[in-house]
């Protein structure tokens, strides 16, 4: 695994591997067990839309692996304007380690990683947020447990990026999962034929609805985002209309099984798509969830950078 692009492009293998190391690193942190798995790496963080967790999670992650993060807004690195993507992917492959990208178009991240000869992580497009799905996946098997055999997962909201991994972590480890989302909004074409293939492979069902109701009737967990993502501003009144009916509300989840869980991946605007009684109720997971964010991408960073680093630690300790 050069990248961490995008969950289909994994194993179900890969993917296991990097949730144990996260339990692990999990443990390790609460536990305040010393290690430095990323000694002296470092990692460059072009950030060319807003962000609190991912920014933040990552800086902390490199710094408790002994790394460093370095932080480029894209006012200072004006990537594709003040310089063409494939310089500063080359560019930044000579002092950092790896290079991580939040951005609009996906076709971006993928110019970066054609030419960057370190890894390169998509820490959100406007087609996919592999870090978040992988963290909810964690945090899903952490509240329901390993054996997810016949468990439901329902996301009601955008066919968006964040739904798009979302479908693509299911199908790697094994979750139903029941997406609706209102007419026109549905998630695209092509990530559903993927996740649908790895689905298949893994005996799971992935169902795409437009019906808010079935999607929450029995299940074990209920995710929701925001209506209109970052660079759909313009967007917002007419969605707020269109999507009146997915608010995830004490009605709704009153269908759901009792020991339900409630995760979003934040920033949550409420009383828009999750009402307060819901957010900040007793099955709203979600500061866990983002907390998860931190023990998973360390994971990641650890595959990517340091696997053998981490192996020499293990066998010299
Ligand atoms: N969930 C998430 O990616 O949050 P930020 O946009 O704050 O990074
Ligand atoms: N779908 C949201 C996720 C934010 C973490 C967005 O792209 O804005």
Redesign the pocket.
């Known amino acids: 695994m050069k990248d961490f692009i995008s969950i289909h492009d994994l194993s179900a293998r890969q993917v296991e591997e990097i949730l144990n190391l996260a339990a692990d690193l999990k443990d390790k942190q609460k536990n305040k067990v010393k290690h430095e798995y990323l000694w002296a790496k470092s990692l460059a963080m072009i950030f060319e ?9 990552f800086e902390v992650g490199m710094w408790q692996l002994g790394g460093l993060a370095i932080n480029l807004d894209q006012e200072a690195i004006g990537l594709g304007t003040r310089e063409s993507v494939g310089d500063v992917a080359r560019t930044l492959s000579r002092f950092a380690d790896a290079i991580l990208i ?1 951005t609009f178009a996906h076709d971006k991240v993928s110019e970066l990683a054609k030419y960057a000869s370190v890894p390169v992580i998509n ?2 497009s406007d087609l996919l ?1 592999p ?2 799905a992988l963290a909810d996946v964690f945090t899903v098997i952490e509240k329901k447990g390993r054996d997810l055999k016949g468990l439901k997962m329902a996301y009601i909201g955008d066919g968006n990026n ?1 739904c798009h991994s979302l479908m693509s972590a299911s199908a790697k480890v094994g979750i139903n999962l029941t997406v609706a989302t209102p007419r026109g909004y549905e998630p695209n074409e092509k990530i559903v034929d993927q996740a649908f293939a790895d689905a298949r492979k893994a005996g799971i069902e992935i169902d795409i609805l437009n019906d808010p109701v079935i999607a929450a009737q029995g299940a074990d967990v209920i995710y929701t985002d925001v209506w209109t993502s ?1 660079g759909q501003e313009a967007e917002s009144r007419k969605r707020k209309a269109e999507f009146r009916d997915f608010q995830i509300n004490s009605a709704l989840v009153g269908l759901a099984k009792p020991d339900y869980i409630f995760m979003h ?3 949550a605007h409420r009383g828009e798509e999750v009402t307060d009684q819901v957010i900040d109720g007793p099955n709203s997971v979600v500061f866990d969830q ?1 907390e998860n ?1 931190l023990h998973v991408q360390k994971a990641i960073l650890v595959k990517l950078l340091g696997d053998k680093q981490l192996a020499l630690y293990l066998e010299n300790r």
């Open positions: 839309k807003p962000s609190t967790r991912t920014r933040v999670s939040r820490a959100l947020h870090c978040q964040v970052m991946c934040l920033p983002a964010r």
